[in-house]
């Protein structure tokens, strides 16, 4: 096995934190896999170097509390060390199976905690999820679909003239769905004259206002940003969004999924394919489409790519709703988490989250994907994400980001915007 130097990767982390990490404090823990990809085979051991640092000053003669656990599961090891000459090296084991262990590592200065974790992966290309379609999958669509489709759309478009900048308008539309209600977004769409391809940006969890995607409008597309509870997204200034986060949508991604004809998301889903039939009735689109998310907003990118061919490319970041039940065969399932209660594990419920788990959705992907796992995410769980995208057969592409949580760095962001520009050209 190679040896690394802890210091020389260490300059260039502290560097790159400096610049674009969300969020970082005064003390930090750094912690190092001695794998530079932090993948391993099954059965091969990992180690991680710890180093302390207060105000990028390396701490020395210092207790660091840390535990190992496999992907969101209950930890097996609890140990602590002390730093002796700035830094030690911990071995946090191995896995026999394919998947994902974490170290997480936590030191108190002056009178406070602080934490960092670290992923390592093994043989994750490997990896499958646990959920299967159900036989009846695709015909329980296409009937949602062909049902949803013999509604008219009776699309609005109402210009906001305060958000329109000198290249781009911006409109709140709105169009009819299922069970008598209506989707509503925000669209940007370039002024020039001209033919344009669209990307359908969906939203990740919660309830909130959209202000419309100027940027990417201004660089030649256009750009549908959903709202998907079936209220108007542009009520600024309103307390409305924060008292329906609060209150009577606070557990939205749970709503009636005993039953999968009344499941919150299947008026979402429907929704925002519908959206694409929206598209089609703007004169100045060109007839190329991509879908666009992370998160919620992933899985909603997956779902409707998969449920029409229209799509050409599709974007998806840590999407959520992947293989849930994968707490019932004791490892990590996906946002909501719904299944990591035990008492929610009940044949309705899993039954129902067959039919809505982005994962066999997944499986029948067409069109081009980009795809991004971060290791340390701990809501999307990096192994929901990484075996739903193992089993994608559509053409792909993943992008790994080895120490990002549930979050971007802006040249991740950028990368993701580029293929789908280069997709839709």
């Known amino acids: 096995m ?9 300059i260039i982390i502290m560097g790159l934190c400096a610049i674009a990490q969300p969020r970082a404090t005064k003390v930090q823990l750094h912690l190092v896999p001695d794998h530079a990809n932090a993948l391993y ?5 990992a180690k991680v170097k710890i180093m302390a640092t207060d105000c990028g000053m390396a701490l020395n003669d210092v207790v660091v509390n840390y535990e190992v656990s496999e992907d969101l599961m209950t930890p097996h090891i609890t140990k602590s060390i002390t730093l002796k000459g700035n830094e030690a090296t911990i071995n946090i084991g191995s896995m026999k199976k394919n998947g994902f262990l974490r170290v997480k590592a936590t030191v108190e200065k002056d009178g406070k905690k602080y934490s960092s974790i670290s992923t390592v992966g093994f043989d994750t290309e490997k990896l499958q999820p646990t959920v299967t ?30 958000r329109c900048t000198d290249k781009v308008n911006v409109y709140h539309i709105s169009y009819c769905n299922i069970n008598n209600t209506r989707m509503y977004g925000t669209l940007t769409m370039p002024k020039a004259d001209g033919k344009y391809p669209a990307i359908l940006r969906f939203p990740g969890a919660g309830v909130g206002e959209k202000s419309g995607d100027v940027a990417h409008a201004a660089k030649g597309a256009i750009v549908l940003e959903f709202g998907i509870h079936g209220i108007p997204v542009n009520l600024t200034g309103s307390t409305i969004y924060s008292d329906l986060n ?11 999924i005993d039953n999968r004809y009344s499941y919150y998301y299947k008026r ?9 039939d929206f598209i089609e009735t703007l004169p100045q689109f060109n007839g190329k489409i991509g879908t666009f998310g992370g998160s919620q907003g992933g899985a909603l990118s997956i779902v409707t790519s998969a449920l029409d061919n229209r799509i050409n490319a599709t974007v998806a970041y840590f999407p959520a709703l992947c293989d849930l039940e994968g707490y019932v065969h004791n490892r990590a399932g996906g946002w909501p988490h719904v299944f990591k209660n035990k008492d929610n594990r009940t044949p309705e419920k899993l039954n129902t989250a067959r039919y809505y788990d982005v ?13 991004f796992v971060g290791y340390n995410d701990l809501t999307c769980a990096p192994t929901t994400t990484r075996s739903t995208y193992n089993i994608i057969t559509a053409p792909k592409s993943l992008i790994v980001g080895e120490n990002n949580g549930h979050w971007l760095y802006p040249e991740q962001t950028n990368a993701l915007w580029d293929w789908i520009f280069e997709q839709l050209k």
Not at 2 to 10: A, G, N
Not at 359 to 371: D, E, G, Q
């Open 359 to 371: 994962t066999n959705f997944a499986r029948n992907l067409s069109a081009p994907i980009k795809y």
């Open 2 to 10: 190679k040896q690394f130097s802890l210091s020389f990767v260490l």
């Open 41 to 45: 085979k099954a059965g091969e051991n």
């Open 246 to 256: 609060g209150g009577a949508l606070a557990s939205y991604p749970t709503y009636n």
């Open 133 to 162: 379609q159900p036989d009846d999958f695709n015909s329980f669509w296409n009937g949602q679909l062909e049902t949803a489709r013999k509604i008219d759309l009776q699309p609005t478009m109402t210009l906001i003239p305060e």
């Open 268 to 276: 979402v889903y429907v929704g925002c394919v519908r959206g694409i």
